[in-house]
């Protein structure tokens, strides 16, 4: 690879080395599967280049549910402006669980999805993840929203009461007293970004 280095440099061609080396994980994607990422994205999630692409995305969330509920999120977004972002729970390869920043941009606006790329930053130093069933994960992923239990619980097809149960559960969890507090502990970023699935 030094002999890659040292031709990039002195042909002042630097857009593969600065793809690849990147201190940020970067991943372009066609219709929802891993085309290319570089070294920082598959080190994150703990794999190999080699063993992400072509990979639907699916891989790399909690479960195949989560995936389903996240996966058209900022799709308006992306054909609005060509650019969306927020904070979501990703998964490594040994199964654990971190906070990660997804920034993305479309080259297919019409379809967003079609070809995009993608960077992510792993945010497990300032906000580590605390455990949540998928439910709860799915309740806070709506109030990040800005929605009320009502709403949540015509979503989700459970009673406002069910809502109500899990809220004061997560609020009791954290040592919190109300949904703003909850949305700050649980990352301290505007709660319009947050998606916790």
């Given at each position: 690879?030094?002999?890659?280095?040292?031709?990039?440099?002195r042909d002042g061609?630097?857009?593969?080395?600065?793809?690849?080396?990147?201190?940020?994980?970067?991943?372009?994607t066609e219709n929802?599967?891993?085309?290319?990422?570089?070294?920082?994205?598959?080190?994150?999630?703990?794999?190999?280049?080699?063993?992400?692409?072509?990979?639907?995305?699916?891989?790399?969330?909690?479960?195949?549910?989560?995936?389903?509920?996240?996966?058209?999120?900022?799709?308006?977004?992306?054909?609005?402006?060509?650019?969306?972002?927020?904070?979501?729970?990703?998964?490594?390869?040994?199964?654990?669980?971190?906070?990660?920043?997804?920034?993305?941009?479309?080259?297919?606006?019409?379809?967003?999805?079609?070809?995009?790329?993608?960077?992510?930053?792993?945010?497990s130093e300032v906000?580590?993840?605390?455990?949540?069933?998928?439910?709860?994960?799915?309740?806070?992923?709506?109030?990040?929203?800005?929605?009320?239990?009502?709403?949540?619980?015509?979503?989700?097809?459970?009673?406002?009461?069910?809502?109500?149960?899990?809220?004061?559960?997560?609020?009791?969890?954290?040592?919190?007293?109300?949904?703003?507090?909850?949305?700050?502990?649980?990352?301290?970023?505007?709660?319009?970004?947050?998606?916790?699935?």
């Amino acid at each position: 690879m030094e002999t890659r280095i040292d031709d990039s440099f002195r042909d002042g061609q630097f857009a593969e080395l600065a793809y690849l080396y990147a201190p940020v994980g970067l991943v372009v994607t066609e219709n929802r599967v891993i085309r290319d990422c570089n070294h920082a994205f598959a080190q994150m999630f703990g794999y190999e280049i080699k063993d992400l692409r072509d990979q639907v995305f699916a891989v790399l969330y909690p479960s195949d549910e989560e995936f389903a509920n996240i996966r058209d999120r900022g799709v308006k977004e992306l054909q609005t402006t060509n650019h969306y972002w927020d904070e979501r729970i990703m998964a490594r390869k040994d199964g654990s669980l971190f906070w990660c920043r997804v920034r993305g941009h479309s080259f297919t606006p019409d379809a967003p999805l079609g070809r995009a790329v993608w960077s992510f930053a792993d945010l497990s130093e300032v906000r580590p993840y605390k455990p949540l069933t998928r439910r709860e994960r799915e309740i806070v992923s709506f109030l990040a929203l800005g929605l009320t239990s009502k709403e949540i619980a015509l979503k989700l097809d459970i009673s406002y009461r069910t809502v109500e149960i899990y809220r004061a559960k997560l609020l009791k969890k954290f040592g919190v007293a109300n949904t703003s507090s909850l949305l700050q502990s649980l990352g301290e970023v505007d709660s319009v970004h947050v998606v916790g699935r």
